[in-house]
């Protein structure tokens, strides 16, 4: 039998299996999952070594929530962790595009507009205080390479008009009629 009591039935309990997965995501250069933890600096704080330790700073794990980590640049400590649900943790990725902070989906919410509304709008370079107003003071301008427009950009390329701005927004440039990635191209 074990001294935390949380593995001693043959089940693990939520907690443990938290613990087990945070440290096979950070440590276990064999994981399918180290890449994006462990690989990237991720790293466990000494204390959380032990299970006991990790179990007195964070509790038991609420039903349907999981460990995250607050600063997703910064590793698994007292600190910089909590327990969140799936939504809360979705907001919280590097992949997340947010508008003065939070994430467009929160950003939306607490300004009662449309989602769509306001991602588009970021992908069109509009400002978060241009998206507020519902107006833009000044017209991005886009150099469409051979074309005269999104529009004959996105039919040319079988893409979508908006996906032709998030491009841009990428920092992707058009030349002739090439989308070509900023960085590639001679300044």
Excluded at 64 to 81: A, L, M, P, T, V
Excluded at 111 to 137: D, P
Excluded at 144 to 172: C, L, M, P, S
Aim: with cysteine.
């Amino acid at each position: 039998m074990n001294k935390h009591g949380h593995s001693n039935t043959g089940k693990l309990s939520p907690t443990y299996n938290t613990w087990i997965s945070m440290r096979q995501r950070c440590l276990n250069k064999k994981s399918s999952k180290y890449k994006n933890w462990g690989g990237r600096g991720i790293k466990i704080c000494d204390k959380w070594k032990s299970f006991k330790v990790f179990l007195e700073d964070m509790g038991e794990r609420p039903s349907g929530k999981c460990i995250e980590r607050i600063n997703n640049n910064k590793g698994y400590n007292k600190k910089n962790c909590k327990w969140a649900t799936q939504k809360e943790q979705m907001q919280n990725t590097r992949r997340t595009k947010k508008v003065g902070g939070i994430s467009i989906s929160e950003f939306s919410k607490i300004n009662k507009l449309e989602e769509y509304l306001v991602r588009s709008r970021i992908y069109a370079g509009w400002s978060k205080n241009e998206i507020l107003k519902g107006e833009r003071k000044r017209k991005t301008k886009y150099n469409y390479g051979d074309f005269k427009n999104a529009v004959e950009v996105a039919n040319y390329f079988g893409i979508h008009r908006v996906r032709v701005y998030q491009k841009f927004w990428e920092g992707w440039k058009i030349i002739g009629k090439k989308f070509i990635k900023s960085y590639e191209t001679k300044t």
